[in-house]
């Protein structure tokens, strides 16, 4: 059985559960890129993902698959983490494998979390599911520090990149404009203005210009 599989249902470890707009736990780990803290990436956006294992094909199409959104996120000033519990070495000799098997270069740093610290600040680990490996977590982390979005997917479930860049490009649009993205939204769409709150502001929105109304609690408008 593949190792993205296995589970120890006795594990016994204390762990925590982040919470959206909390302070992001900080650390300090040895990664693919040498030693990195959380207040590296003051002033910037981050996505901190963790996978199960190392030379595994779900992380594996993962990792290419993450390369291929970097420099994207980079243009919403939005860095990459990985994460898992192997070693730096296993991490090196794995990336080098995908560059020759997918000729893709793995640019972003990859956290060796041999100790589990990390992963136990993050709930990143899922004692029902596996004790030995990190399950599919997606940290999205604001450039204040604080905790934006969670997404967890299920050790065989590989991730959807694109909305991954749908989020950070969802929640920097929120931040900039004081307003909220309706279901599937993409750059470019509508978004939803906030509701109002007196009678005056009902009548008020009914007339403003460029704002579509379906009713006084759901109006949308383009930026």
Not at 130 to 150: Q, W
């Amino acid at each position: 059985m593949m190792k993205e599989l296995h589970s120890r249902p006795e594990y016994k470890e204390s762990w925590t559960m982040p919470r959206i707009n909390s302070k992001a736990p900080d650390f300090e780990a040895n990664t693919t890129h040498g030693t990195l803290r959380l207040r590296d990436y003051e002033g910037q956006w981050l996505v901190l993902f963790s996978h199960p294992a190392d030379f595994t094909p779900v992380c594996t199409t993962e990792l290419v698959s993450f390369q291929k959104i970097y420099h994207e996120l980079r243009r919403m000033n939005t860095e990459l983490l990985g994460l898992s519990i192997d070693s730096v070495h296993a991490h090196i000799a794995w990336i080098k494998n995908i560059e020759e098997n997918f000729d893709v270069d793995i640019e972003f740093p990859v956290i060796a979390d041999l100790n589990k610290d990390v992963a136990m600040k993050y709930g990143m680990i899922m004692p029902e599911e596996s004790t030995t490996e990190t399950c599919r977590a997606v940290f999205i982390i604001d450039d204040k520090g604080k905790i934006r979005s969670i997404i967890y997917y299920p050790l065989t479930t590989g991730r959807n990149m694109e909305e991954i860049v749908r989020t950070v490009h969802a929640l920097q649009t929120t931040d900039k404009h004081g307003v909220a993205t309706p279901a599937n939204w993409q750059e470019g769409d509508k978004v939803i203005v906030p509701p109002s709150t007196t009678m005056k502001d009902v009548k008020a929105r009914d007339k403003e210009e460029g704002v579509e109304c379906v009713d006084w609690y759901l109006c949308k408008k383009d930026l």
